[in-house]
């Protein structure tokens, strides 16, 4: 089967390598689309990261058709439309039978332990694998993975319905944090973004006060907006120090600051402004992956009330993605979520 497998910093190569053998548990997955995650891109440019076994095919955004079913697997059968869990639990330390298995410390994840789905195949846990709702296409079924993570950060934030959000930096994280927030019930949703294309993508995907940061200070404007007290809760998408301070001193005391993104370049950095912890009882959190709430957001999409699909903004062939990657940083601002058309 072809992969792209990476070798070393900006050394990815689409590679004939052997398709992988299904164990009697596991699923073998002929791989549809696979979204570009940040994550990817940042592990090709600047890596490796949190890559650990190289080399190996990255990619963990996917949707696809089941092509082989092992013999100890149920509920699954060739030719189902599925998508998945992007890593390989355990299934019976502490934290799995809690069912937080994106928590288990045995966990092999895809893209960076184990091959990922920049490959025309993929091998899964028959656990981990979703079939797709009947009207979710397979293109939106790529997109279920990173609206999960914004879902359980959502869900780990404790937002209530009618509180105020402000969301700083709308790449694809904080647009479909914007849009399930919205789903959620939150009142108002400030995203601060100096992007006017990505600005006016946050308005429709529910975001109701959007700032220009190049022109507007966001955290005077957040205060103003949300009853001179600042937002319930503020969400760092971005990751560097100046986006955290924006995020933190936008947020009313006692409320929450989540951080979800980070820097990658050189090295990856995870900046806290913990003072601002001490002076105003925040409640920080960070949040990593998700668990049910893949199927939760997956029945979700089925039944129309999630519709991220709005986020996808191109798709390449399997082709050019290695070029694709090497151009990243001069045309990043173009693009929201990118899909790979593997099969």
Known sequence: M???????????????????????????????????????????????????????SLGHEFSGVVE??????????????????????????????????????????????????????????????????????????????PTSVVYRALKRSGLKEGESVHIVGAGPVGLLLAHVAKYKGADKIVVSEPLESRRQKALEMGATHVVNPEVEDPISKTYEICDGLGA???????????????????????????????????????????????????????????????KEVLDLVGEGKLKPAQLISNIIPFDEMIDFFDHFEETRRKHLKTLVKIG
């Open 68 to 145: 082989e079913v092992g013999e100890a697997s149920s509920g699954l059968e060739k030719g189902d439309r599925v998508t998945g869990l992007p890593y390989y639990p355990c299934w019976e330390c502490y934290f799995c039978k809690q069912n937080l298995w994106n928590l288990c410390p045995n966990a092999k994840a895809h893209g960076m332990h184990i091959n990922g789905t920049f490959a025309e195949y993929v091998l899964l846990h028959y656990k981990g694998v979703y079939k797709i709702p009947e009207g979710v296409t397979l293109e939106e079924a790529a997109v279920v993975e």
């Open 2 to 56: 072809k992969a792209a497998i990476w070798h070393g910093r900006r050394d990815m190569r689409i590679e004939e390598v052997p398709e992988p053998e299904v164990g009697p548990e596991d699923v073998r997955i002929k791989v549809a689309y696979s979204g570009v995650c940040h994550t990817d891109v940042f592990e090709y440019l600047y890596g490796p990261q949190t890559i650990f076994n190289p080399p190996l």
């Open 232 to 294: 319930h809760v503020s969400f760092d998408c971005v990751g560097s120090i100046a986006t955290l301070d924006t995020a933190v001193y936008s947020t009313r005391r006692n409320g929450r600051v989540g951080i979800l993104g980070f820097g990658f370049y050189e090295s990856p950095t995870y900046p806290l402004a913990l003072l601002a912890a001490f002076a105003s009882e925040y409640n920080y959190f960070a949040t990593l992956g998700y668990n049910v709430e893949f």
